[in-house]
């Protein structure tokens, strides 16, 4: 009788244990258009994956300004916080899909009250060229030649150069 006892708290506290990780464990939007899934909680970290807007999934773990995340192929990885919420996303667009009826660009700046129309009516209001912005945009540099640059610099590379 005793060992069935033990036997049952054993039962009950495992199942304890699985309800409390459970909890821990919460599930949250993606609010950017796209953002980086990181091999560690640095903006300098290999790239994993790459996370769209509206995109839901669990976070387990949160250090500093980073969510450690668990990826659709049960990988985990790192993304910042600023790219994430805890609301729920739901992308609709009428009756059909957003996915079907807009581009992850166009609903990311939805998202935001922010289109090319209201972009294009801004620009000629204040009468702005962003030729050079939309220029810089598109460069890209791999994180290996900024860490390079980095170290050149004597710039610490760990944690992101977060003080």
């Known amino acids: 009788m005793v060992k069935l006892k033990k036997k049952l708290i054993a039962v009950f506290l495992f199942?304890?244990?699985?309800?409390?990780?459970?909890?821990?464990?919460?599930?949250?939007?993606?609010?950017?258009?796209e953002t980086q899934v990181r091999e560690r909680p640095s903006f300098l970290g290999k790239i994993l994956a790459v996370l769209k807007?509206?995109?839901r999934?669990?976070?387990?773990?949160?250090?500093?300004?980073?969510?450690r995340v668990l990826l659709p192929d049960g990988n985990e990885g790192w993304v910042h916080l600023s790219a994430l919420t805890k609301k729920r996303?739901?992308?609709?667009?009428?009756?059909?899909?957003?996915?079907?009826?807009?581009?992850?660009?166009?609903?990311?700046?939805?998202g935001k009250g922010f289109n090319?129309?209201?972009?294009?009516?801004?620009?000629?209001?204040?009468?702005?060229?962003y030729t050079w912005v939309d220029r810089?945009?598109?460069?890209?540099f791999p994180p290996d030649r900024l860490i390079s640059f980095l170290k050149e610099g004597e710039?610490?590379?760990?944690?992101?150069?977060?003080?």
Not at 57 to 67: F, K, M, R, Y
Not at 97 to 102: G, P
Not at 136 to 140: D, T, Y
């Open 15 to 33: 199942f304890m244990l699985l309800q409390l990780n459970a909890v821990a464990e919460q599930m949250m939007s993606v609010t950017v258009q």
């Open 53 to 55: 807007y509206g995109d």
């Open 57 to 67: 999934l669990p976070v387990t773990a949160e250090q500093n300004e980073w969510a």
């Open 89 to 110: 996303i739901v992308l609709k667009a009428g009756e059909a899909e957003v996915s079907e009826a807009a581009t992850s660009e166009e609903v990311a700046l939805a």
């Open 116 to 129: 090319k129309e209201v972009e294009n009516e801004y620009k000629k209001k204040h009468n702005l060229d």
């Open 136 to 140: 810089m945009e598109e460069i890209e």
């Open 155 to 163: 710039v610490p590379v760990e944690g992101g150069g977060k003080e």
